[in-house]
């Protein structure tokens, strides 16, 4: 596993904006995709973003495309999650997750699981009231 650690949660009305940030420690983000999950209470951990390392390539949730975005600055070695336009149903706590060993899986099935990432942060709190 690779240390990862995130930044940037807080509190904000709802239709605001926040950017989550995510650094691995003592080493270079250099992998196969990095990716973005949130849980709440009760719940399950679900995917929000992912992103393929090489190539670029993005993927959302339904229920976040079009307002989150996922990127990443290869020369801060970090991997960042804008949130706009918020809802109060955002809130939750986000995780990043890396995957740093192969997979045999492509494409957006394969960024929506948990199973494809073997290192974890330890989460930042995210809410957004009404």
């Known amino acids: 596993q690779v240390p990862l650690v995130e930044s940037g949660g807080g509190s904000v009305q709802a239709g605001g904006s926040l950017s989550l940030s995510c650094a691995a420690s003592?080493?270079?983000?250099?992998?196969?995709?990095m990716g973005w999950f949130r849980q709440t209470p009760g719940k399950e951990r679900r995917f929000v973003a992912g992103?393929?390392?090489?190539?670029?390539?993005?993927y959302y949730s339904d229920s976040v495309r079009g307002r989150f975005s996922i990127s990443r600055d290869s020369a801060k070695n970090t991997v960042y999650l804008r949130m706009d336009y918020l809802k109060p149903e955002d809130t939750a706590i986000y995780y990043c997750?890396?995957?740093?060993?192969?997979?045999?899986?492509?494409?957006?099935?394969?960024?929506?699981?948990?199973?494809?990432?073997?290192?974890w942060g330890q989460g930042t709190q995210v809410t957004v009231s009404s």
């Open positions: 997750a890396g995957a740093f060993r192969p997979v045999s899986c492509v494409g957006y099935a394969c960024y929506i699981q948990r199973s494809t990432y073997d290192s």
């Open positions: 003592g080493r270079t983000l250099s992998n196969y995709g």
């Open positions: 992103l393929a390392w090489s190539s670029g390539s993005t």
